[in-house]
């Protein structure tokens, strides 16, 4: 597989282990959780479509959240939400995450606080949300409504949401073009 770059979807459910393993992580984030959960997903079918195959793993993840309570979450679901990273946070390893966050730069202070607010009051989650394009204030206005609704059910779906739209959107840019 060419770095950065999606193959073709309709041989993806025979290609190797190390094939579908680097299929995820471009589409979501590198994550020994992700791919145990997910791997799965793309071997059961032939998908003609990457946003089909998303919409297979979004229902796979909401089978995980569905065996959830906002006592008790899924370990796996929540290795994967936590695989996410920070908002603004300075070092990214996926290369995906620091350029979609590009624009969430500066005001650190500000972001971080609102990172820790977040994750105190909805622990072991991470605050995820499709960026596309929006600028900080808007982002950070987000993130309060969502911190001051204060529902755990609510974020872990709206998480699981929010990667499967980056996802999507990754794929849109990253398909080898024939």
Do not use: W
């Amino acid at each position: 597989m060419v770095q950065h770059q999606l193959p073709p979807i309709s041989g993806l459910h025979s290609y190797s282990d190390l094939t579908q393993t680097e299929v995820l992580d471009l589409l979501f984030e590198r994550s020994p959780a992700i791919h145990s959960s997910l791997i799965p997903v793309i071997r059961t079918a032939k998908y003609q479509s990457y946003p089909e195959l998303i919409d297979a793993c979004h229902i796979q993840l909401l089978s995980l959240a569905a065996s959830s309570t906002a006592d008790i979450t899924d370990a796996t679901l929540l290795s994967i939400l936590e695989s996410h990273p920070r908002l603004g946070q300075k070092k990214v390893d996926s290369a995906q995450s620091a350029a979609e966050q590009a624009n969430l730069r500066g005001e650190g202070e500000d972001l971080a606080r609102l990172n820790r607010e977040y994750e105190d009051k909805f622990p072991r989650l991470r605050y995820v949300v499709f960026v596309n394009g929006r600028g900080r204030p808007e982002i950070m206005q987000d993130m309060r409504a969502r911190i001051d609704r204060g529902d755990y059910t609510k974020e872990v779906d709206a998480a699981i949401q929010a990667m499967c739209d980056i996802a999507k959107d990754r794929a849109s840019k990253l398909l080898v073009q024939l």
